[in-house]
Protein backbone atom coordinates (compact mmCIF):
# COMPACT_ATOMS: atom_id res chain seq x y z
CA UNK A 1 0.00 0.00 0.00
CA UNK A 2 2.91 2.52 -0.87
CA UNK A 3 0.82 4.47 -2.97
CA UNK A 4 -2.15 5.16 -0.45
CA UNK A 5 -2.02 8.38 0.84
CA UNK A 6 -4.63 7.19 4.44
CA UNK A 7 -3.63 3.43 5.72
CA UNK A 8 -5.34 2.12 9.39
CA UNK A 9 -5.92 -0.92 10.51
CA UNK A 10 -8.81 -2.44 9.44
CA UNK A 11 -11.56 -2.81 12.03
CA UNK A 12 -14.67 -5.09 12.01
CA UNK A 13 -17.68 -5.37 14.48
CA UNK A 14 -14.91 -3.46 17.47
CA UNK A 15 -11.92 -5.28 16.88
CA UNK A 16 -9.08 -5.74 14.48
CA UNK A 17 -9.58 -8.14 11.05
CA UNK A 18 -6.80 -10.80 11.48
CA UNK A 19 -5.37 -11.97 8.55
CA UNK A 20 -4.27 -16.02 8.61
CA UNK A 21 -0.94 -15.05 9.70
CA UNK A 22 -2.09 -13.51 12.65
CA UNK A 23 -1.27 -9.81 11.54
CA UNK A 24 -4.26 -6.96 11.60
CA UNK A 25 -4.67 -6.13 7.99
CA UNK A 26 -5.02 -2.47 6.61
CA UNK A 27 -7.46 -0.74 4.78
CA UNK A 28 -6.43 2.45 2.95
CA UNK A 29 -8.28 5.83 1.60
CA UNK A 30 -11.94 5.99 1.53
CA UNK A 31 -12.16 2.93 3.77
CA UNK A 32 -10.23 4.40 6.51
CA UNK A 33 -11.45 8.04 6.57
CA UNK A 34 -14.98 6.37 6.50
CA UNK A 35 -13.90 4.20 9.54
CA UNK A 36 -12.42 7.19 11.14
CA UNK A 37 -15.07 9.17 11.48
CA UNK A 38 -17.57 6.55 12.09
CA UNK A 39 -15.27 6.20 15.31
CA UNK A 40 -15.25 9.79 16.19
CA UNK A 41 -19.17 9.76 16.09
CA UNK A 42 -19.10 6.57 18.18
CA UNK A 43 -16.57 8.03 20.54
CA UNK A 44 -18.60 11.02 20.73
CA UNK A 45 -21.41 9.33 22.52
CA UNK A 46 -23.93 11.36 19.77
CA UNK A 47 -25.16 7.39 18.03
CA UNK A 48 -26.04 6.33 22.08
CA UNK A 49 -28.25 9.78 22.60
CA UNK A 50 -30.30 8.28 19.58
CA UNK A 51 -30.88 5.07 21.45
CA UNK A 52 -34.86 5.30 22.60
CA UNK A 53 -35.14 8.54 21.73
CA UNK A 54 -38.76 8.92 19.83
CA UNK A 55 -38.73 12.74 19.85
CA UNK A 56 -37.99 13.77 16.05
CA UNK A 57 -36.88 17.80 16.63
CA UNK A 58 -34.32 15.79 19.23
CA UNK A 59 -33.39 13.19 16.44
CA UNK A 60 -32.96 15.46 14.04
CA UNK A 61 -30.74 18.01 16.19
CA UNK A 62 -28.41 14.90 17.19
CA UNK A 63 -28.33 14.16 13.05
CA UNK A 64 -26.89 17.90 12.59
CA UNK A 65 -24.33 17.23 15.14
CA UNK A 66 -23.53 14.24 13.63
CA UNK A 67 -22.98 15.75 10.38
CA UNK A 68 -21.32 19.20 12.33
CA UNK A 69 -18.85 16.39 14.05
CA UNK A 70 -18.06 14.37 10.89
CA UNK A 71 -17.23 18.14 8.96
CA UNK A 72 -14.47 18.66 11.35
CA UNK A 73 -12.93 15.99 9.54
CA UNK A 74 -9.81 17.91 7.62
CA UNK A 75 -9.79 15.44 5.09
CA UNK A 76 -13.67 16.06 3.87
CA UNK A 77 -14.77 19.04 1.96
CA UNK A 78 -16.78 21.78 3.80
CA UNK A 79 -20.21 20.94 3.39
CA UNK A 80 -20.43 17.73 1.80
CA UNK A 81 -21.53 15.50 4.88
CA UNK A 82 -25.04 14.28 4.60
CA UNK A 83 -26.36 12.30 7.27
CA UNK A 84 -29.86 10.36 7.41
CA UNK A 85 -31.69 7.61 9.47
CA UNK A 86 -32.86 5.26 6.59
CA UNK A 87 -34.48 2.78 8.65
CA UNK A 88 -34.29 2.71 12.96
CA UNK A 89 -31.16 2.02 14.16
CA UNK A 90 -29.30 2.67 10.93
CA UNK A 91 -27.48 6.07 10.76
CA UNK A 92 -26.13 6.76 7.24
CA UNK A 93 -23.29 9.39 6.46
CA UNK A 94 -22.03 10.53 2.94
CA UNK A 95 -18.95 13.31 2.74
CA UNK A 96 -16.74 13.96 -0.43
CA UNK A 97 -13.21 13.95 0.50
CA UNK A 98 -10.28 16.36 -0.78
CA UNK A 99 -8.23 13.64 -2.49
CA UNK A 100 -10.40 11.14 -3.30
CA UNK A 101 -12.59 10.80 -5.96
CA UNK A 102 -15.53 8.49 -4.62
CA UNK A 103 -17.75 9.45 -1.96
CA UNK A 104 -17.21 8.20 1.66
CA UNK A 105 -20.18 6.64 2.91
CA UNK A 106 -20.56 4.32 6.20
CA UNK A 107 -22.90 3.63 8.83
CA UNK A 108 -23.39 3.27 12.77
CA UNK A 109 -25.69 0.99 13.93
CA UNK A 110 -27.58 2.10 17.47
Keep these: MPDKSYIDIYVVDGGWHIDDGGQPELCSDEYSIAQDIKHSIMESGL?????????????????????QKAE????????????????????????QAYAIDAAIDTQVAL
Design 47 to 67: ARQLVAERNPIVRADVLLQME
Design 72 to 95: LDPRLVPGSASVTENQSGVIELSA
